[in-house]
C-alpha cells in the first residue's frame, strides 16, 4: 500500500496570506489526524477528522480549519498568516484510534 | 490533558552500543506509539505498543501500562539509527489526539 502522501512538501509565503495543505490517507484509512511541529512548542494536535467530520480539535485559534472529503483525503487551511505559523505540518492517517502512520510533512516558511 | 515525559533529553554513543529510552506518562493510555523522526522530518513508526513487549529485529519496546511508563531499547547501534525519537499516547476516547513527549536526541558516533 501506498503510505500517506502530502503536498506540497515546501511553502514560502508571507505575512497575512492564506494557504491550503493537502493530505492523502492510506488507502482504506478514514481517520486523519494534523499535527504542528515547531522548535519552541514540540509537536502538537491540530485537529482529526473521520468519515469527513471533525471528530476532534486541538487548541489553535479558528484561522485554522481543515475538512475532508469523501474520499478520506483532506485539507488545512490556515488563513492570515502570521511569522508564528512557520512550522512543519503532518499529517497522520489510521483506522480508527489504532495506529498513526505519518506522512512526509509540508514545511511552511512565513515571511 | 495527559503528560508524557521523555529521558533522556540528549544520548550520545559509540557505535555498537546498546541504548534505553524511556517514556513516563501521566494517565492511562489506550495508544502508545514510538517514532523516529528522520533528517526531513518524518516520522516514521517504530511500534505500536500500549501494553507488553515486541521486538523488531535490533529495536525492542517494553510498556508497563499499569506503572504509566514504556522503555524503548536499540541494540549495537549504528550511525543510522541518530535522529530523535519520540513517544505519543493517546488517552481517553483521542479527544486531544496523540500527545507526544519532547523527544530524545539520539547521537551515535563512528
Known amino acids: 500500500k501506498a503510505g500517506v502522501t502530502q503536498t506540497p512538501r515546501y511553502l514560502i509565503k508571507t505575512r497575512g496570506q492564506q494557504v491550503t495543505l493537502s493530505c492523502s490517507p492510506i488507502s482504506g484509512h478514514r481517520s486523519v489526524s494534523w499535527y504542528q511541529q515547531t522548535p519552541g512548542q514540540g509537536l502538537q494536535f491540530l485537529f482529526e477528522?473521520?468519515?469527513?467530520?471533525?471528530?476532534n480539535k486541538g487548541n489553535f485559534p479558528g484561522r485554522f480549519s481543515g475538512r475532508q472529503f469523501s474520499n478520506s483525503r483532506s485539507e488545512m487551511n490556515v488563513s492570515t498568516l502570521e511569522l508564528g505559523d512557520s512550522a512543519l505540518y503532518l499529517c497522520?492517517?489510521?483506522?480508527?484510534?489504532?495506529?498513526?502512520?505519518f506522512g512526509p510533512g509540508t514545511r511552511l516558511t512565513v515571511l | 490533558g495527559i503528560q508524557v515525559e521523555q529521558s533522556p533529553p540528549d544520548l550520545i554513543l559509540q557505535e555498537g552500543a546498546n541504548s534505553t529510552l524511556r517514556c513516563n506518562f501521566s494517565d492511562s493510555v489506550n495508544n502508545l506509539q514510538w517514532f523516529h523522526q528522520n533528517p526531513w522530518g518524518q516520522l516514521i513508526n517504530l511500534f505500536y505498543?500500549?501494553?507488553g513487549t515486541k521486538q523488531n529485529g535490533r529495536l525492542s519496546a517494553t510498556t508497563v501500562a499499569t506503572e504509566r511508563y514504556s522503555l524503548l531499547y536499540i541494540s549495537s547501534s549504528q550511525t543510522t539509527d541518530s535522529g530523535v525519537y519520540f513517544c505519543?499516547?493517546?488517552?481517553?476516547?483521542?479527544?486531544?489526539?496523540?500527545?507526544f513527549g519532547k523527544g530524545t536526541h539520539l547521537i551515535i558516533q563512528p
Open positions: 477528522y473521520f468519515s469527513e467530520t471533525q471528530r
Open positions: 505519543a499516547v493517546l488517552s481517553g476516547g483521542g479527544a486531544d489526539g496523540l500527545t
Open positions: 497522520a492517517s489510521s483506522q480508527y484510534t489504532d495506529t498513526q502512520y
Open positions: 505498543i500500549p501494553s
